[in-house]
């Protein structure tokens, strides 16, 4: 059967890509997972890789062309395959977005249960499914005052989303300063809606919440999703006389999970992150239901010392290159509006100070402090490493040598990228962790 290859999702805010090059002509025979053309967004240029084995029998979307979000590029037969030129046009036709959306609204119109009070059980409980339950309690929403659509009077995670807009809850993404108690604000990132585990991502050392700006598009229609910029980092508060410890971040990071309400989340950390999430694991665990650490720190001694040598020079354009270099396997993600971003991160005011400390905190000369360690047998929860296969900053087989040690851990290398696979490869990175929180769910 054929394949339609559609423009993907990278971004909360994107909307449409641009088809910058085809790396393979009509007639070439392609494999699941080979990358076939290049998008470019305003956030980001990668490679877009075939979701299917078979032959690339037409190419919808030219080089230049701009193609909106989940709209047809191309078409991958299927081994053998013979298609006609009358089926191309009409799988061309129905996977267009317009169509999709005339055909939900007809199913809307259609099809839908009147909406009525929802009903009771012996004791007054009101009749909701759990993941309405869960959901409801998110958005701070009253079930008594939400109408049922379900069967029997029961009221869905649909119903209660309803609601939520017209009380003016907003999935939207936007961002939120939250107050910790000792004066300092984080700043975080809030999207998403859908039944799925709630969603916690914590970025790396010197990053931002935009770290996780692609993965999130493929997360947010089924999670609710917050991305923390770390303290010292992002628009959060940048405070000289803040503990920027492995343990002093996980403590701002476990009081803004607490008031974000966001019940048993997943924390999802990259590098420094990960190092951050399991300490909360081991320490706070019923806060949380499960963790994945990318490319974690904290988990064995070395880290590079080209990473430590750059952090103890100059913020700049300079610094900014070389550390995106030691991210990136793929070097043309190495552009120079991403130096751009980066330097200009680091040279707000009181960045880079409050970044060097957390770098003398964690890590010195090549090497990771005792401090910023975690000890994976005391992690009771389900843990999911994932590590780029040629990880330059943090070796994989320290992954390798921590699995055995973790009573609940599984291992899931991505190929073929370097220390960020959520930017190199997102939507891998993102289908393993939709996979982990359904199973701890």
């Given at each position: ?23 393979y002509d009509e007639g070439a025979e392609i494999s699941e997972g080979d990358p076939i053309f290049t998008v470019e967004t305003e956030k980001a ?117 309803r609601a939520a807009a017209e009380a003016g809850a907003d999935p939207t993404p936007r961002e939120e300063r939250i107050a910790l108690n000792d ?211 943090l070796p994989m087989q320290h992954a390798v040598d921590a699995l055995p040690k973790f009573p609940d851990a599984s291992l899931a290398i991505v ?27």
């Amino acid at each position: 059967m054929a394949t339609v290859v559609k423009m993907p999702k990278w971004g909360l805010t994107m909307t449409a890509g641009t088809v910058t090059g085809w790396l393979y002509d009509e007639g070439a025979e392609i494999s699941e997972g080979d990358p076939i053309f290049t998008v470019e967004t305003e956030k980001a240029v990668n490679d877009v890789e075939a979701p299917a084995d078979g032959v690339l029998v037409k190419i919808v979307a030219a080089q230049g062309e701009e193609v909106p979000v989940s709209g047809p590029v191309a078409i991958i037969a299927a081994p053998g395959e013979t298609i006609t030129e009358e089926n191309l046009a009409s799988l061309i036709a129905e996977a267009s977005p317009k169509k999709a959306a005339a055909a939900s609204t007809a199913a809307a119109a259609g099809g839908a249960r009147a909406a009525r009070a929802a009903s009771r059980d012996e004791s007054g409980r009101v009749n909701a499914s759990p993941a309405a339950r869960r959901r409801a309690q998110e958005l701070g929403i009253d079930l008594t005052a939400v109408e049922a659509t379900g069967p029997d009077g029961r009221i869905t995670s649909e119903d209660v989303e309803r609601a939520a807009a017209e009380a003016g809850a907003d999935p939207t993404p936007r961002e939120e300063r939250i107050a910790l108690n000792d004066g300092r604000e984080l700043s975080v990132l809030l999207a998403g809606e859908g039944d799925g585990a709630p969603l916690i991502f914590l970025h790396g050392l010197g990053g931002s919440q935009s770290t996780w700006q692609v993965v999130l598009g493929d997360l947010v229609d089924r999670h609710r999703v917050a991305a923390i910029d770390l303290p010292g980092h992002g628009a959060s508060d940048r405070s000289a006389e803040a503990d920027y410890s492995i343990s002093g971040i996980a403590l701002a990071v476990t009081e803004a999970i607490d008031k974000l309400g966001l019940r048993k989340p997943v924390l999802i950390g990259h590098s420094l992150g990960g190092a951050v999430a399991l300490r909360i694991a081991a320490e706070t665990a019923n806060t949380i239901s499960g963790v994945v650490a990318i490319d974690s720190a904290g988990l064995g001694d070395e880290i590079s010392a080209a990473l430590t040598d750059l952090m103890a020079g100059a913020a700049g354009p300079e610094t900014a290159r070389g550390l995106l270099q030691l991210f990136y396997q793929d070097q043309k993600l190495v552009n120079d509006r991403g130096v751009t971003e980066m330097a200009a991160m680091q040279q707000v005011d009181g960045a880079w100070v409050a970044q060097q400390a957390v770098a003398r905190a964690a890590f010195a000369d090549g090497q990771q402090q005792e401090a910023a360690r975690v000890d994976p047998a005391s992690i009771h929860l389900p843990v999911l490493l994932i590590w780029g296969e040629h990880d330059g900053v943090l070796p994989m087989q320290h992954a390798v040598d921590a699995l055995p040690k973790f009573p609940d851990a599984s291992l899931a290398i991505v190929r073929n990228v370097g220390h960020v696979p959520q930017v190199e490869n997102p939507t891998r990175t993102a289908t393993l962790i939709t996979r982990f929180s359904k199973s701890v769910a």
